[in-house]
């Protein structure tokens, strides 16, 4: 841990993991130009008001869009204006959060601050039932956690959240926020009414500190480290040690995912189901758990103070990659895993589909349809499962695949042999019945399929049976 007399370390090996092929990722390449693709197609978005409140945000083009990449083993990918700085604003809120649990624990923590969203706008001055903020990730709870780790400006960078080679703080971009506080302000006195802080508490040395963490720059390459810490269950993928522990990890999460994107946050969870925070300069923190941590930038926002292009991005990778926290329970639904679509691993699936077939095991056919494993995958002679399960007579088999699977019925192998003919070779009578039942059935009159059904009849299937 952080503080302690030693710190834990998982260092990651690259090298030794790149030969073992146990990237968490197996098939990065491939993975890294369909996110170039989802980067294109934001960036044609158009709409969207860069933030003006504060002036120094004014500054920024709308121009600017930037998608980096961390998995957690250390692999990295960037689209765009990766290395400009932007300040973290809201995005370091779910940052200083972790580390007021890491260093003062769950219970101490949530003395001062809720758990719930708020149904309110971000800044309001407004408490819930029990005079305490609701959640961390709104301006009175980010208010009170400050002051809960007044050491945080020093604590992000000892635990490797704001990598030491990013500037740590933007002065103008400060000033400009301080001076531009004044509804902040008003918080941090209702807050002090309230009686919301610790005994003791200077307010106005606590509003400058976290003025001067929202002000905090990042880049995109340096802010998907952070992202990728959390995602990584507190360790940091690019050093390999311990930075933050498991319960503040799991806490920030669980907040990220139902009050990181303001008013928009119940949408965000529905639609894209992983936890994220954004700011008003124009970043999303996105993090999937246990596989990467993301940072989406681009200055111009919608109505509700997100990200427009970054939300498109969020968006479209989910409905590309089954990574919302959901999708494990849309069992056919043909999604990319990009953890399981490695060259090693799609030949292990047909190995393993065939086999299946071969020895007449449905039940283990029925968790690879369950996994939304291709039932319809090939083999090198461009044999399908159907095909192994016909010439091996295994009738339930055929029967699970035409009936639960839907499968193509007349797939042909590189010969040409569809599996009706390798029935019919191997004498399965009830096999080449049920093809025939089943191709009558579903095959629309003059198809594909009638077509083959007079090829094989000329084959004398009547007198077979």
């Known amino acids: 841990m952080c503080y302690a007399s030693h710190k834990e370390t998982l260092v990651p ?53 930037a998608v980096s990449i961390c998995t957690v083993d ?27 649990v890491h260093d003062h624990g769950t219970e101490y923590v949530h003395r001062f601050i809720g758990k ?33 780790g007044t050491k945080l400006e020093f604590n992000l960078v000892e635990t490797g959240l704001r990598p030491q080679n990013v500037p740590a703080l933007s002065a103008p971009r400060f000033q400009s926020e301080r001076e531009s506080g004044d509804r902040n302000f008003a918080i941090g006195y209702y807050l002090k009414e309230k009686k919301c802080f610790p005994e003791g508490t200077d307010m106005t040395s606590i509003l400058d500190l976290y003025f001067q963490l929202c002000s905090i720059e990042v880049t995109c390459e340096s802010a998907s480290v952070m992202a990728a810490t959390l995602a990584n269950g507190g360790f940091c993928p690019i050093t390999g040690e311990r930075v933050l522990g498991p319960e503040a990890v ?18 965000f969870a529905f639609h894209v189901g992983l936890p994220a ?57 043909k999604k990319l895993d990009p953890r399981r679509e490695g060259g090693d691993q799609r030949v292990k699936s047909v190995i393993n589909l065939l086999f299946a077939a ?47 699977c839907r499968v193509n019925p007349v797939p042909k192998d590189r010969w040409g042999n569809t599996p009706m003919e390798e029935a019919v070779h191997f004498g399965h009578h009830d096999v080449v019945t049920m093809l025939q039942d089943y191709n009558n059935k579903y095959s629309p009159p003059g198809g594909a399929t009638e077509d083959k059904e007079k090829e094989i009849s000329e084959k004398n299937i009547d007198g077979l049976l």
């Open 116 to 148: 719930e969203p708020s149904g309110l706008r971000f800044n309001k001055l407004f408490l819930n039932e029990e005079d305490k903020p609701h959640n961390p990730m709104v301006n009175a709870g980010a208010i009170v956690c400050t002051r809960i």
């Open 250 to 267: 799991r806490n920030t999460l669980s907040l990220m995912h139902s009050c990181g994107m303001y008013d928009f946050s119940g949408q």
């Open 358 to 404: 071969y020895t007449g095991d449905v039940s283990a056919l029925r968790r690879f349809a369950l996994s939304s494993m291709d039932m319809e995958q090939r083999d090198y002679d461009s044999r399908t499962a159907l095909h192994v399960a016909a010439a091996e007579g295994h009738v339930e088999v055929v029967k699970f695949l035409l009936e639960a």
């Open 277 to 333: 925070k954004s700011g008003v300069a124009g970043g999303i923190l996105l993090v999937v758990p246990n596989v990467m941590g993301i940072m989406c930038w681009s200055p111009p926002l919608d109505k509700l103070g997100n990200s427009v292009r970054g939300i498109q991005f969020c968006t479209d990778l989910v409905s590309l990659c089954n990574f919302h926290n959901y999708d494990n329970l849309k069992h056919f639904v």
């Open 74 to 100: 250390g692999q990295r990918h960037t689209a765009g204006d990766t290395k400009v700085p932007f300040c973290l604003q809201s995005c370091v809120k779910p940052l200083k959060y972790a580390i007021a």
């Open 13 to 65: 090996n690259i090298n030794t993991t790149a030969f073992r092929k146990k990237f968490v990722i197996p098939d990065f390449v491939s993975f890294a130009s369909e996110i170039d693709a989802l980067y294109e197609n934001a960036k044609n978005l158009g709409g969207g008001q860069v933030a003006d409140y504060i002036p120094q945000l004014a500054r920024f083009s709308p121009d600017l869009w």
